[in-house]
């Protein structure tokens, strides 16, 4: 992507730091914008220290920092004189910290009425909850997050990344993006409130709106697929463990097929009548769910897991071996399905899978048909 850069001429004036800020700004950054990020004098983001110091490369290359103490009036001078000419102010300190220091949404209009002005926060810069300080795993937990993974009866559980700062810093980038589109048209930016209990609510979005509307939380279901099909599923191989993904009738009958079990389709004790792979398209159902997947599960144990993967690729099934995460970006860099870039700060280079798309001036193929 290196030639992709749409926002070349953007220039973003960036007080954020560790991960939701820095991930949209970085953002911004590789699509060609100018970022300057303001650290502090006192050693500046933490997360260039320890073990985030590849975490701060891959969060912030490609933008240029500068340290200033706002308690200092110089200091502040150039932070407002950098605001002046700026097109974008990031900003996830916590919420009232730039107001003390005449950085605020306010005077900044004053000066450039073309701001677009992002806040990201934890509670939202509005409510009772907005002085409240907030962590990825806070906001999952507040959220409803940790009450969705595991099963019914187990403590709650954690995902294993920090999902709500990367969601917010997407959902942030985004929110610019579409200021800065309205900017063109209107000549004056935006005041952005982004939070980390919102970008949540986006990430769990179905059922938010569930939530909202019906008052109804979702069943915790563990590793199950969301369709409720008990042909999707984590189930135990030879050497490890496979996701599969037979959610419909057809997919099960192409999987059973693979498996050797086509029986299964026919058997009163799963489906009573028999599996109809050919009716209309619906999610799976059986006559005795456990007794299916008990079956599906002694089957799939006498696989290894990539075998069993290419075999249901090949019927248009999904399936998927469990892997690592080193496993899959070596898998998927092997099989083309991958492009890393070059990350590189001082002494520190970091590989990076990009911003989640690849971008050409065409379809690779011609646009030929599959």
């Not at 004056?188 to 769990?204: E, I, K, P």
Request: glycine share 12%; aromatic share 6%; net charge negative.
């Amino acid at each position: 992507m290196t030639t992709f850069k749409p926002l070349a001429g953007i220039r973003v004036l960036d007080f954020t730091h560790v991960i939701a800020g820095p991930l949209a700004t970085f953002h911004l950054a590789q699509l060609g914008a100018e970022v300057v990020k303001i650290e502090n004098r006192n050693g500046g983001d933490v997360m260039r220290r320890g073990n985030g110091r590849m975490g701060f490369v891959a969060l912030n290359a490609g933008k240029r920092s500068i340290e200033l103490d706002l308690s200092d009036a110089g200091d502040r001078d150039q932070a407002l004189e950098l605001a002046r000419e700026a097109d974008v102010l990031v900003d996830s300190l916590r919420p009232g910290v730039l107001d003390r220091f005449g950085l605020g949404d306010g005077p900044l209009r004053a000066l450039n009425p073309g701001l677009v002005y992002c806040a990201i926060s934890g509670w939202g810069n509005t409510g009772a909850w907005r002085d409240r300080p907030a962590y990825d795993h806070v906001v999952q937990a507040a959220t409803g997050m940790t009450l969705m993974a595991g099963r019914e009866g187990e403590p709650p559980v954690k995902t294993g990344f920090p999902v709500v700062d990367a969601g917010t810093g997407l959902v942030a980038a985004m929110a610019i993006l579409a200021a800065l589109r309205e900017r063109d048209t209107t000549g004056l930016g935006r005041y952005l409130d982004v939070s980390m209990t919102g970008a949540a609510l986006q990430l769990m979005y179905p059922f938010a709106c569930q939530a909202l509307t019906g008052r109804v939380a979702p069943p915790r279901v563990g590793n199950q697929g969301y369709s409720g099909s008990p042909a999707a599923d984590l189930f135990a191989t030879q050497d490890g463990w496979v996701a599969l993904g037979a959610n419909t009738p057809r997919q099960l009958a192409a999987a059973l097929g693979v498996l050797g079990r086509a029986d299964i389709a026919r058997d009163p004790r799963y489906f009573d009548p028999p599996l109809d792979a050919g009716g209309p398209a619906a999610f799976l159902r059986a006559s005795d769910p456990a007794a299916l997947r008990d079956a599906l599960a002694t089957a799939i144990r006498e696989w290894r897991s990539a075998d069993l993967e290419a075999a249901c690729a090949g019927v248009g099934v999904a399936c998927a071996k469990v892997r690592t995460i080193v496993e899959f970006v070596d898998d998927a860099m092997n099989h083309d399905a991958l492009e890393s870039v070059m990350l590189s700060d001082g002494d520190c280079s970091v590989l990076s899978p990009g911003l989640g798309y690849r971008v050409h001036a065409s379809r690779p193929d011609g646009g030929a048909s599959a």
